[in-house]
């Protein structure tokens, strides 16, 4: 086998590694209109509403195994409302979707507003994570999130 032979195998054997894709299933509801995924967080398994308008991950943590001494020992954030302001404790989670696992500072917050009328909800799966892949596609007929490309 020649070198320009076995360099393009090569090539293309790493362009195909970058290229993985998992396909995560996923729950649509018509109305009122979300999309759930279950995820692990910590351990846990995790209803959460899929939102793209979120730029982290926000879970209760009481769903997740996370004890008051992990959260009291975390770095915080500071939330703002019309109305007040929350200490929201971040900590370094690991999270799975299918068969991969990473790593990804979540927001545990027991005194979030989520939305009614869609059943149990642990929380909130944002951008922090799905920022992980070079792209995600939502393909409600086959009721599946496609994540391609994970970014190590």
């Given at each position: 086998m020649s070198i320009c032979v076995r360099l393009a195998v090569v090539f293309l054997l790493c362009a195909m590694a970058g290229?993985?894709?998992i396909?995560?299933?996923?729950?649509?509801i018509p109305e009122p209109q979300a999309i759930f995924?279950?995820?692990?967080?910590n351990g846990h398994q995790a209803r959460l509403l899929l939102d793209t308008g979120s730029l982290v991950t926000l879970v209760h943590p009481s769903r997740t195994g996370i004890t008051e001494v992990v959260l009291n020992q975390s770095a915080t954030i500071t939330a703002h409302d019309a109305h007040a302001s929350n200490?929201?404790?971040v900590v370094e989670t690991e999270v799975r979707?299918?068969?991969l696992k990473f790593r990804v500072p979540v927001l545990f917050d027991a005194n979030f507003?989520?939305?009614?009328?869609?059943?149990?909800?642990?929380?909130?799966?944002?951008?922090n994570v799905l920022m992980q892949f070079n792209s995600f596609r939502i393909d409600q007929k086959t009721r599946t999130l496609e994540l391609s490309g994970f970014q190590k």
């Open positions: 290229a993985q894709t396909t995560i299933p996923i729950e649509v995924v279950t995820a692990e967080i200490i929201i404790p979707l299918g068969d507003n989520l939305p009614s009328g869609f059943g149990p909800i642990d929380g909130l799966l944002g951008l």
